[in-house]
């Protein structure tokens, strides 16, 4: 049987090394699927309403900056409150040590017991990340509390969110800048290639085939685009 990774020592260092460095393809896949989601439904609106190309560049540059940018910061925001909310736990852990040890070491206690430590190896365990203040705060934070030992940095996540957004957004509103004729076909299709390739790059992180992935992806994608192309030619008559 073919394993995912080798198990020597040295391929175990490195690999554990890797795993433990900040992640930011969530924010490219976040990104990325929303951007070409958000665009693509006001072009296909645009487009039902029987608009010109050139109201649909201008609403869809609009939309790149304007979305792109809340989305970028609501992630920035969202990663910046974790890392805070470690800092001011890790504070807490650190005051209830240094006035509460007995207590804390029987909360460590207790933890390592419901993971079926017993007798001498509980409390040689017990005795040795308490021997380290550091090592018992990172244990409490992340056995109490739940919280990532590996925090992304909130300007590259904020960063990574904003350029897939538009470069995935961009692609909707390419055959209008253009131009070339049947310019909705062609910005369903590539768009539709969009959403099948991230999600297809998703599949990397989960248990689904990359095809069965892409397929999802793309279906809910174009599901959207068809509800907003539905909606703004229903609407036509307003504009």
């Known amino acids: 049987m073919e394993l995912e990774h080798s198990h020597d020592s040295d391929a175990i260092t490195r690999r554990l090394a890797e795993e433990n460095k900040p992640n930011y393809i969530r924010d490219w896949v976040y990104g990325g699927i929303d951007g070409a989601v958000t665009t693509f439904a ?18 869809g540059l609009a939309n790149l900056l304007a979305d792109g940018f809340s989305m970028a910061a609501s992630n920035y ?11 001011r736990l890790r504070e807490v852990e650190k005051k209830h040590i240094l006035h509460a040890p007995e207590g804390e070491r029987e909360e ?16 040689e365990a017990v005795d040795t ?10 244990t409490m934070l992340s056995e109490e509390y739940g919280l990532a030992s590996t925090l992304r940095s909130p300007w ?30 062609w910005a369903t299709g590539l768009t539709g290639v969009v959403f099948f390739l991230i ?20 279906l809910v994608g174009m599901l959207a685009a068809s509800a907003a192309y539905v909606v703004g030619y229903l609407l036509r008559g307003l504009a």
Do not use: M
């Open 77 to 87: 925001s969202g990663t910046k409150t974790e890392i805070d909310d470690r800092a």
């Open 129 to 138: 990340i308490t021997d380290n203040h550091d090592v018992w705060i990172d």
């Open 108 to 123: 460590l206690r207790q933890i390592l017991e419901a993971k079926g430590l017993h007798g001498n190896a509980l409390k």
């Open 156 to 185: 590259r996540s904020g960063l990574a969110t904003f350029a897939s957004f538009c470069i995935c957004g961009a692609v909707p509103l390419t055959p209008f800048v253009l131009p070339v004729s049947n310019a909705l076909y």
């Open 42 to 59: 006001i072009v296909a609106g645009v487009v039902g309403a029987q608009l010109s190309s050139g109201i649909i560049v201008i609403l």
């Open 199 to 218: 999600g297809a790059v998703k599949a990397r992180w989960a248990l689904a085939p990359w095809w069965r992935s892409g397929l999802e992806t793309f």
